[in-house]
């Protein structure tokens, strides 16, 4: 094979489903208030019943069902108001039949009760007496003590990140660290002669500052990871695998963007397969098909195209999913989509998937074209659409879906 071709080319469905690492983040314990999005490591199970009591869900009288049967306006219940259950506080009185009990929204349901009935059904004409106007269901305005979760039950469950209510629930069961994985930790390489830091005010001909770097560390944060910057490596031999050497004991993920083209210098395959094995040389996406996969003694390496805007559509279709399963989580969280018309015809290859940049006004998603040399085709988009592997392409007015950058 000669050394300017791509050996080991596959496609992004093989590889999300091939290139799956066994190896995951240390498990660490965090209070609530550093747990959001977070991974469990393991399902949490509720201590105790919730809420713990039989309770009122609505305003009203605690009352037997079967005393408001047949209850109308022109022929309403009469019962003996028994007194008031205050919130926080066990019930004094309980319900006899023929009575009721005031209750608020929240509060226990007293003994001998098995409904409730809504203030806005009641009239208290008479002192010490409420008339009821319309019939409750026996359960009517209640909720049982082990209606929200029962003991043991799952509060959360492993490998799913965690979400605002998941907190709510586990304060509401006393729950307050969670068992965690810890944030995969994704060290970032740069390569390339011409690429400088960002903090270069002058510029010699031809060097350009690394925008790949901030942009892949803002992707590993958004999917739960710990960016490790790892500076720049230029393409001299020997150099990226000696970083890489640095790099690995400390990872649980690296990427290294360029050089993994077919360019004479492009320096990547060869200093990756010094470290470890490459499982995909050539990835059948666009933009993005100089995309290499290897495994360094258990540590994945994605090594991505030089083009920023290429090495950050490869990242999020094949790394971000990686930085969450490495913490834990199988299934990332689904990004937002919307559905839309397209705009216009969309040519692609069979066998190949088409990540296409757009903006979508009026529900009509409009394709942004230009090189992949072009960063800012992504800043102006609003979100991407795929034409499938399958797919030869797409009509214009086709319903897509389009996911939506945030
Ligand atoms: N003869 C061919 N030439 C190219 C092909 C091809 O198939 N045949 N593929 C093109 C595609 S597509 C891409 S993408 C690039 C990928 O090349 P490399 O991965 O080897 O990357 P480089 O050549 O080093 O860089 C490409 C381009 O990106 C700029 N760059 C690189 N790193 C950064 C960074 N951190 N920040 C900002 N800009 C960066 C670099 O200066 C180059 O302009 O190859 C095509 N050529
Ligand atoms: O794959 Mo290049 O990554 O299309 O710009």
């Given at each position: 094979m000669s050394g300017r071709e791509f050996f080991t080319a596959r496609t992004v469905a093989e590889a999300r489903a091939g290139f799956r690492p066994r190896r995951r983040t240390a498990v660490e314990h965090v209070p609530l208030a550093a747990a959001l999005h977070r991974v469990p490591a393991e399902p949490v199970p509720a201590p105790a019943p919730l809420p713990g009591f039989e309770r009122s869900t609505v305003d009203g009288f605690a009352v037997r069902a079967a005393d408001t049967f047949g209850a109308s306006e022109g022929l309403p219940s009469y019962l003996d108001l028994l007194g008031a259950v205050r919130m926080g506080a066990a019930p004094e009185v309980a319900v006899r039949p023929g009575g009721c009990v005031a209750v608020p929204t929240g509060a226990v349901l007293p003994e001998g009760a098995d409904a409730v009935v809504m203030v806005e059904y009641t009239a208290e004409t008479l002192p010490g007496t409420v008339e009821v106007t319309r019939p409750v269901?026996?359960?009517?305005?209640?909720?049982?003590?082990?209606?929200?979760?029962?003991?043991?039950?799952?509060?959360?469950?492993?490998?799913?990140?965690?979400?605002?209510?998941?907190?709510?629930?586990?304060?509401?069961?006393?729950?307050?660290?969670?068992?965690?994985?810890?944030?995969?930790?994704?060290?970032?390489?740069?390569?390339?002669?011409?690429?400088?830091?960002?903090?270069?005010?002058?510029?010699?001909?031809?060097?350009?500052?690394?925008?790949?770097?901030?942009?892949?560390?803002?992707?590993?944060?958004?999917?739960?990871?710990?960016?490790?910057?790892?500076?720049?490596?230029?393409?001299?031999?020997?150099?990226?695998?000696?970083?890489?050497?640095?790099?690995?004991?400390?990872?649980?993920?690296?990427?290294?963007?360029?050089?993994?083209?077919?360019?004479?210098?492009?320096?990547?395959?060869?200093?990756?397969?010094?470290?470890?094995?490459?499982?995909?040389?050539?990835?059948?996406?666009?933009?993005?098909?100089?995309?290499?996969?290897?495994?360094?003694?258990?540590?994945p390496l994605v090594g991505l195209p030089g083009n920023p805007l290429s090495a950050l559509v490869v990242f999020g279709q094949v790394g971000v999913p990686l930085v969450w399963l490495l913490a834990g989580c199988d299934t990332p969280p689904p990004p937002s989509s919307t559905r839309a018309r397209l705009g216009r015809d969309l040519a692609s290859a069979a066998g190949r998937l088409d990540i296409v940049q757009v903006t979508v006004r009026e529900g009509v998603a409009e394709p942004l074209f230009g090189p992949s040399a072009l960063l800012s085709v992504l800043t102006r988009a609003d979100g991407y659409l795929t034409v499938p592997e399958p797919a030869t392409g797409l009509d214009a007015g086709t319903e897509v879906e389009v996911v939506l950058y945030r």
């Open positions: 269901a026996p359960g009517g305005g209640v909720v049982g003590a082990d209606e929200d979760v029962a003991a043991g039950a799952v509060l959360v469950p492993a490998g799913r990140p965690l979400r605002a209510p998941d907190l709510g629930l586990l304060a509401a069961a006393g729950v307050t660290a969670v068992a965690v994985h810890a944030r995969a930790r994704v060290a970032i390489i740069s390569t390339g002669d011409e690429v400088v830091p960002p903090s270069t005010v002058d510029l010699a001909p031809g060097q350009v500052r690394d925008a790949t770097a901030s942009a892949l560390a803002g992707l590993v944060t958004d999917a739960g990871g710990e960016p490790v910057p790892a500076g720049i490596v230029a393409d001299e031999p020997g150099a990226l695998k000696e970083r890489l050497l640095e790099v690995l004991p400390e990872a649980d993920l690296v990427v290294v963007s360029a050089g993994s083209s077919v360019g004479a210098r492009d320096e990547t395959a060869g200093a990756v397969a010094a470290v470890g094995d490459i499982w995909c040389h050539g990835l059948a996406i666009k933009p993005g098909k100089p995309t290499l996969l290897a495994d360094c003694g258990g540590v």
